[in-house]
């Protein structure tokens, strides 16, 4: 059984700073492409970034220039390091990864269950 666990959502001021984890645990071979998503209350759930295993990254143009979105394949762990955080920033923060576990030879999608973000004076 494979779960995601992200951790790191707290209550920061209008640009401020916060460090998302996604740790992945399980029987693990391989993750592929790890992406963060976030939902705020009465919005759709959007895109944050992307990260593919060769580091190539992708980022929305909400957060372009203030996240950077990295990987540590050693921990199986997702980051996501949010700068100049601003009110809009405020949501629930969700890691999603294509994970192969060992014995099979098919990635398949997986969500953690979210952290929240604040972004409040």
């Known amino acids: 059984q494979v779960q995601l666990m992200e951790s790191g959502g707290a209550l920061v001021q209008p640009g401020g700073s916060l460090r998302l984890s996604c740790v992945a645990s399980?029987?693990?071979?391989?993750?592929?492409?790890m992406k963060w998503y976030r939902q705020a209350p009465g919005k759709q759930r959007e895109f944050v970034a992307r990260?593919?295993?060769?580091?190539?990254?992708y980022y929305s143009d909400s957060v372009k220039g203030r996240f950077t979105i990295a990987r540590d394949d050693a921990k199986n762990t997702g980051l996501l390091e949010m700068n100049s955080l601003e009110p809009e920033d405020a949501a629930v923060y969700s890691c999603?990864?294509?994970?192969?576990?060992?014995?099979?030879?098919?990635?398949?999608?997986?969500w953690g269950q979210g952290t929240q973000v604040t972004v409040s004076a």
């Open positions: 999603n990864a294509m994970i192969r576990v060992s014995g099979n030879s098919d990635y398949v999608e997986h």
């Open positions: 399980g029987n693990i071979y391989s993750i592929g492409v």
């Open positions: 990260i593919f295993r060769d580091g190539g990254t």
